[in-house]
Every structure is written in C-alpha cells, then in structure tokens.
C-alpha cells in the first residue's frame, strides 16, 4: 500500500484544515487507518484513527471536539478535519495503514504497517 498525504499548510490559530490521505496499491476498505503527528523534538504520537468499516473512531484528548476523522472507501481516501487549530498543533502529520488492529494497540505506532511521507500543518499564534 501506497499512501500519500496532503492538504498541509499554514494556518492562524482558530483556523481549520482538511488532510487527505489517498491510498493506492490496496483497497483501505479492510485497512484500520490513522493520523499521527510529530512536532521537532518529540515522538509521533497519536491524532486519530477510524476502523475499516468507518464505524468506530478514536481520537487522542487533545484533539477530541476539534478533529474529525472520516474514510471513503469508495474513493480509497481517509480525512482528518482540524477546526479550532492551536499553535500547539503544529506537526508533521502522517497517514497509516494497519490491518485487524487490536483496540489496546489503535493507538501505537507499531501496529501500523504503512505509512504516507507526511504533511507540514504549522498554525501560528
């Protein structure tokens, strides 16, 4: 699987942006997928992440009520829309692609197997 990520930029704090991870190679309808981030100097860590069939979602307690993940399995494409960003936000954001993860491992970087090139979201204060 081929992931490709976009939709980055710089944005005002308050703002709102969409990212769009586009998959080729395999169809993401059997793929539980997620967005990480990774900040200079920090681990990645966890944004949110949707179940293949869309139907359970998890988000990481920062983001909750402001980032939306959603999957068109159709169009082989998984989104994250950030509302209300904060400079805090500011990240290198990455797709992934796992298969049949176990809810305790939805959140670790291990249990994904694929990964996008990343996209620069930089939210200024």
């Known amino acids: 699987v081929q992931l490709q990520a976009f939709g980055g930029g710089l944005v005002q704090t308050g703002g709102s942006l969409r990212l769009s991870c586009a998959a080729s190679?395999?169809?993401?309808?059997?793929?539980?997928m997620a967005w990480f981030r990774q900040a200079p100097g920090k681990e990645r860590e966890f944004v949110a992440a949707t179940r293949r069939s869309g139907g359970h979602t998890y988000y990481a307690d920062p983001v909750k009520g402001r980032f939306i993940i959603s999957r068109d399995n159709a169009k082989n494409t998984v989104d994250l829309k950030m509302d209300s960003l904060k400079p805090e936000d500011s990240a290198v954001y990455y797709c992934a692609a796992g298969s049949s993860i176990i809810l305790s491992n939805i959140r670790s970087t291990d249990a994904y197997h694929y990964w996008g090139q990343g996209t620069q979201v930089t939210v200024s204060s």
């Open positions: 190679g395999r169809t993401l309808s059997r793929l539980d």
